[in-house]
């Protein structure tokens, strides 16, 4: 009897996941995500540039949105230096942080710049008195370049890269 009843139980779940299955789907609601950033264009950003004493070859990039706006920063700032037509330095794929960075109105982002090798095995070394920044908008570059003035003496090599937008400066600096 009981193998019986396990019998019924089961057909009469199967004809349901049947009738189920005939059924038409009908789209799940659509969860609020809140409201959608708008990307950080350099039109509406402030772009600064420094030594840090530590680590030895680098720079910090300080982006802050001078919009009225909140606005989303994805991967990396695209950078080219002097007259360089290519970005000239790679973005350090390691340094990705858990999310996007967004930023308020009058808020900033950081992203560290490494200069060159510190054991000095990078190549093509030359003084450098300007970076191009364009800002990433995840198929390639948002809005025209910002160009910034170098502080006195900077070199890079070719293993120049950058870190990818953080919401700290010592994050910045950790690559």
Known sequence: MRFARLIA???LSGAAVLATAAVPAQAAPQADRGP?????STSSADFTV???SRPIN???LTVTNTGSES???VKAPLLGFDNDTYVGAQAIEESAPQSVVTLAPGQSAYA???LSSADGSGENGRDVRTVHVFLDSGDGSEGGPDSIALP???WIDDSAAV????SNASDALVW
Request: with cysteine; net charge positive.
């Open 9 to 11: 139980s089961a057909a």
């Open 36 to 40: 959608v950033q708008a990307l950080c």
């Open 50 to 52: 420094r030594n840090v």
């Open 58 to 60: 680098h720079q910090l």
């Open 71 to 73: 606005c989303t920063l």
């Open 112 to 114: 560290g710049i490494r």
């Open 152 to 154: 006195k003496g900077t």
């Open 163 to 166: 870190t990818y937008w953080q």
